[in-house]
């Protein structure tokens, strides 16, 4: 792993051990390894150029780290951590998301370093703050999109129509991840259940509903079969390749154009968000359901799928008690209570 990650850029000793801790060990996927990679380049790539090391001429990509040492790593401080934030908000344009992604990555290499290498005495990176982000809430298709969206794959004349329904159903109603709808194989469907391989090679299962039973014996049938190294895939492109990310994504950006919906508003993340919603507003689901449903490690994470919608307040508003009430009820009823006064009154005289 640590000679493919190289090969993005000039590495140096003690971040390609980080890398192989973190794949080995760690077992992160390849897009967090990727992820951390690019982060830590930038933030040493930076550190070349603020220690004066960097030629003017050259490209900041092509800026080499190779040459960093132990001694670089030890006089790094927290302050230099702040230029860099301020470095990259100000002249990378970068938003509070993408900074405090780099706030995690430097977290963990300068802890891997301190707890793990022990060539430092302490972590600099310690006390650096995540930035300050705003909670927005997630966007996904309501019922009457989702249906539009499910109407535009069913009635398709395309070859691979039911193989497309298939992976909207399964979306829309199983809130898988977009990498691991694609890990998925035909023996990874057990009856009533389907096998999923989830972030850090935790497995779950996740039991599928009609709509996606229905969705996959019907697929399955005119599945076209996979070529070598390919032929365990439940989902196959026209090449008879296991179906990549980025074909997925094309499918979905597809169907959403023919349903009348925004594909740049919605993507087939947000198809993850649809599910887990749906499943909370009209299914009952509890957030430790969800959890489970969605394989999230934290039930923190979960808690981003469970915002209120309009629906549901307006349904809370109307189920107040008092809301079976007009204002006519309650001056029949001031009349009667006003008229039982009075009866009392006479009684008491």
């Given amino acids: ?13 003690y971040l390609d051990e980080f890398m192989a801790y973190f794949s080995g060990v760690k077992e992160r996927s390849e897009l967090t390894l990727k992820e951390y990679y690019y982060d830590l380049s930038l933030f040493f790539r930076w550190y070349q150029v603020y220690m004066g090391r960097a030629d003017a001429d050259t490209e900041f990509e092509d800026i080499d780290i190779s040459s960093i040492t ?18 990259l908000a100000q002249e990378r344009e970068v938003g509070p998301a993408g900074r405090a992604r780099k706030v ?25 703050e995540s930035p300050k982000q705003m909670k927005a809430l997630p966007q996904f298709l309501d019922i009457d999109e989702s249906r539009a969206l499910l109407a535009a794959a069913a009635s398709s004349e395309d070859n691979f129509a039911e193989r497309d329904y298939c992976i909207l159903a399964i979306l829309m109603s199983c809130g898988l991840r977009l990498s691991e709808l694609c890990s998925l194989d035909v023996a990874d469907v057990e009856g009533e259940q ?20 229905e969705a996959i014996e019907q697929y399955l049938p005119v599945r076209l079969p996979g070529k070598e190294g390919h032929e365990t895939a439940l989902f196959i492109s026209r090449n008879r390749q296991r179906m990549s990310q980025r074909a997925v994504e094309n499918v979905v950006k597809k169907y959403l154009q023919m349903a009348g919906l925004d594909s740049r508003r919605y993507s087939t993340h947000k198809l993850r968000h649809t599910a887990a919603t749906l499943m909370y507003q009209y299914g009952g689901a509890d957030i430790r359901s969800l959890q489970q449903i969605l394989g999230h490690a934290s039930v923190a994470t979960t808690e981003i799928y469970t915002h209120i919608s309009d629906r549901m307040l307006q349904t809370t508003v109307d189920q107040h ?6 204002k006519e009820d309650f001056v029949e009823l001031g009349e009667e209570i006003l008229e039982a006064k009075g009866q009392r009154s006479d009684e008491e005289s």
């Fill in 70 to 87: 132990l001694d670089d790593l030890k006089a790094i401080k927290l302050s230099d951590f702040y230029r860099f934030m301020s470095w």
């Fill in 321 to 326: 008690p008092l809301n079976t009430y007009s």
């Fill in 194 to 213: 389907l096998r999923v391989l989830g972030k850090g090679s935790k497995e779950r299962a996740v039991y599928l509903n009609h709509l996606t039973r």
């Fill in 1 to 13: 792993m640590p000679g493919q990650l190289t090969a993005l850029g000039p590495s140096f000793y």
């Fill in 104 to 128: 995690s990555a430097l977290r963990a290499f300068f802890n891997f370093l301190t707890s793990k290498m022990h060539v430092l005495d302490y972590n600099p990176c310690s006390e650096l």
